[in-house]
């Protein structure tokens, strides 16, 4: 049987046990990464012969292999929080943790809660972390075991970024519509060249406003949308100030707007607007979440959804697209192979899908029942 396979039983809890010991014991013969994530993910397994053993295996991994894997890019979470939690492990792998850029930001916002010493000091040197997440400044503040020169050493932050920063914010605060080019790259430094050059031509197109009869019928027509029953004021409010702007306006606003700006942004009539939503940086995984579950949105986007690594790294995601009737058939059918034997037996049924997925989703299904 395909390793890889039997990893995903593993994470699926479908694996019989015998697997689950050799994965723990280290047997199984996948990558190491692999096969040290299984395992961490294998310590909270029921069976506690099984998890002893995990936890055992793990802690014959060495500190070479640990620091490689937590100075990654994009480092697995779990292994992360593993590290964290082991008191034995060395005080240096805490510390590449807390100098790792692509570490999460709530991440450290724990780590700060709770250590000491010379950990807080690291927390406290990197500014641009501070600035990006007050939560984390918060949490230091809170933190008991912080001594009296790293409290002076925050205050002084506090007073020479976090206040000039908020008074700068309220004197020179630029509406987000009307944000120059370069500062929007400055702030996603990763956009795509596709995006700057949809924006920047957009910028030259002759804007026609709208009247106020079209203005009537778009509000009618966003009170109709079957997931938008009960829209609130400031909604309404959102909604209108948005049918006024200019289409690189707009393309701004879906970049760097805010939830509710988006929420309206996603829906709209322009492809290239909407599709801009799925590039903001703010954008949440519950925000993804939701977007893959909406029947009324461009199936272009949702194929674009379907095509994303990022998106489909939340398992949630990868069901609702695949649930969505709206979500191209090619794109579905290659997803369904991602999911697990439960939702493939229950979408194998569902009579709201294509019959094409309900046919490969019972095939895939029988293939993994019988093996």
């Not at 641009?128 to 020169?149: G, H, K, Q």
Request: charged share 30%; proline share 5%.
């Amino acid at each position: 049987m395909n390793p890889t396979s039997l990893i995903e039983q593993i994470r699926a809890g479908t694996a019989p046990p015998n697997i689950k010991q050799f994965a723990a014991q280290g047997l199984l013969p996948v990558p190491e990464d692999e096969l040290i994530s299984v395992q961490i993910f294998l310590c909270k397994d029921q069976d506690s012969a099984i998890a002893t053993t995990a936890f055992q295996s793990l802690q014959k991994i060495t500190e070479g292999t640990w620091s490689r894997l937590i100075e990654n890019r994009t480092p697995d979470l779990a292994i992360i929080q593993f590290c964290l939690e082991q008191n034995s492990f060395p005080a240096s792998l805490r510390e590449k943790i807390i100098l790792n850029h692509s570490v999460p930001d709530e991440t450290i916002r724990r780590v700060a809660a709770v250590q000491s010493g010379m950990l807080l000091d690291l927390i406290i040197n990197n500014q641009v972390r501070l600035l990006r997440s007050p939560e984390i400044i918060t949490a230091l503040e809170r933190n008991p075991f912080l001594n009296f020169d790293q409290k002076r050493r925050l205050e002084e932050f506090k007073i020479e970024f976090v206040f000039k920063k908020k008074k700068l914010e309220r004197e020179e605060a630029v509406p987000v519509e009307q944000t120059p080019v370069d500062d929007i790259l400055a702030q996603i430094p990763n956009l795509d060249m596709e995006a700057v050059r949809i924006l920047l031509e957009a910028d030259q197109e002759q804007h026609e406003e709208l009247t106020q009869e079209q203005i009537e019928q778009s509000m009618r027509n966003l009170l109709a949308t079957d997931d938008l029953t009960q829209v609130s004021e400031d909604t309404l409010s959102i909604y209108q100030r948005i049918l006024k702007l200019k289409q690189g306006e707009k393309i701004r606003l879906a970049l760097l707007g805010t939830k509710e700006e988006r929420s309206i942004l996603i829906r709209d009539s322009s492809r290239q607007v909407a599709s801009m939503v799925l590039r903001s940086p703010k954008l949440t995984e519950g925000e993804i979440e939701y977007y893959a579950q909406m029947r009324n949105l461009d199936s272009e986007l949702l194929r674009q959804m379907g095509q994303s690594r990022d998106f489909l790294k939340k398992y949630s995601v990868v069901h609702c697209l695949v649930k969505n009737p709206k979500t191209p058939s090619p794109v579905s059918l290659n997803l369904l192979k991602l999911l697990r034997e439960i939702d493939l037996r229950n979408l194998a049924r569902d009579r709201n899908i294509p019959d094409v997925i309900r046919r490969q989703a019972r095939h895939i299904y029988e293939q993994k029942e019988h093996r």
